[in-house]
């Protein structure tokens, strides 16, 4: 029996189809298993050295664990798109950028022809004592967490400068303005990294801060003549210091010196003296001891050295004859307080020295 209706009709308009589709298989079917195969081997990326892989499945993370996770450099076999998403990161590359938020813009004009700051178009941060600094940084990263890079964190650049910025403002607000423009920028420094690396890690960011590079520290432009003012003077203070401390090193240890010889020199002479005192003492002991024994023989020596040295101090003896026509008549001799000698002849008064 023959079926008619609307059946019938449908297969009349789509044999034309069925026949190209069964023609295009029968002398395209190899193409087509070529381009399957070649889907299916899609997934298979290379890593390489400097590189980490995380695979992304229907936009979940692959892996329970960091090491189930990442991938290293070799063959990486995934599913193909759009199943899998393999996400390459350079682990070992560093990158750079600037971070100019603090830095200084367009610097406006004031009624009196002087630079001023407008806080909303240029960038600044106060510091402990309340004085306004401008700042440009170069910061320094690499991916330390591909996971978290590739799938948790915001992007690289953005969360970088606020984290930093938001750092050196708090570090800056903890020092004073001479502090940071002299001795302090590397404890600026120190700190401001420690606090921006924290932020990072607590956004979940995947980066490492490798380094934090002040580029330019100064105060604003409108206040520069006032603050180089006050760092000659801090420098010229400085300078005094350092040359204080010098004089002070040089002239401390010299006085140390010359007081241990002072010292060394009055025990030398109180030794000296105490020996000699003891054997004056001594010999005065012996002397009494031989006087009890025989007082008359003892005043005797003790006459005659007396004597002795007496004579030994009054020197030679000189005759002075007298001038001619002149006797000795009235003839004396004086000694002065220096040992010197003068003689007076006679009434009229003739004096010479031997």
């Known amino acids: 029996m023959r079926r008619t209706g609307p059946p019938s009709e449908i297969l009349r308009l789509t044999e034309p189809l069925g026949l190209a589709v069964d023609w295009a298989w029968q ?4 193409w087509i298993a070529a381009m399957a195969v070649l889907y299916a081997l899609s997934g298979i990326s290379v890593i390489k050295s400097d590189e980490v892989a995380v695979v992304l499945r229907w936009g979940r993370l692959v892996g329970a664990t960091p090491a ?33 938020t603090l830095a200084p813009g367009p610097e406006p004009i004031n009624d009196s022809g002087r630079p001023t700051l407008n806080p909303l178009t240029q960038g600044y941060a106060l510091t402990g004592d309340q ?21 948790y964190g915001p992007k690289s650049e953005t969360i970088l400068r606020a984290e930093v910025t938001a750092a050196m403002v708090r570090s800056l607000g903890e020092m004073g303005v001479d502090q940071v423009l002299s001795d302090g920028r590397e404890r600026l420094v120190a700190t401001a990294t420690r606090r921006a690396q924290a932020g990072l890690d ?45 004089t002070a090193e040089e002239a401390i240890p010299a006085a140390r010196a010359q007081a241990d010889a002072l010292v060394q020199k009055a025990h030398a002479d109180a030794d000296t003296d105490l020996a000699s005192a003891a054997g004056a003492a001594d010999a005065f002991r012996a002397l009494e001891k031989e006087y009890r024994a ?7 020596r003790l006459y005659r050295d007396a004597v002795e ?3 030994n101090v009054a020197g030679g003896v000189r005759w002075v004859p007298p001038p001619e026509g002149s006797s000795y008549h009235g003839f004396r001799i004086t000694v002065g307080p220096n040992s010197s000698v003068t003689a007076v002849y006679g009434e009229s008064g003739e004096a010479g020295e031997p």
């Open 68 to 100: 189930l996770q990442e991938h290293g450099p070799g063959l990486l076999f995934a599913l193909p798109r759009p199943i899998d998403q393999v996400v390459r990161v350079q682990v070992k590359h560093v990158w750079e950028v600037a971070v100019v």
């Open 27 to 30: 002398r395209m079917h190899w």
């Open 131 to 151: 004085n306004v600094v401008q700042a440009t940084m170069m910061a320094r990263y690499r991916v330390s967490d591909p996971a978290e890079w590739a799938f």
């Open 309 to 311: 040295k007496a004579i």
């Open 202 to 246: 607590a956004a979940h960011s995947g980066l490492q801060l490798s380094s934090l590079e002040l580029t330019r520290l100064a105060p604003p432009q409108a206040l520069a003549s006032s603050f180089d003012s006050v760092q000659s003077a801090f420098i010229g203070a400085q300078t005094q210091k350092s040359e204080a401390q010098a």
């Open 294 to 300: 025989d007082p008359g023989v003892v005043r005797e």
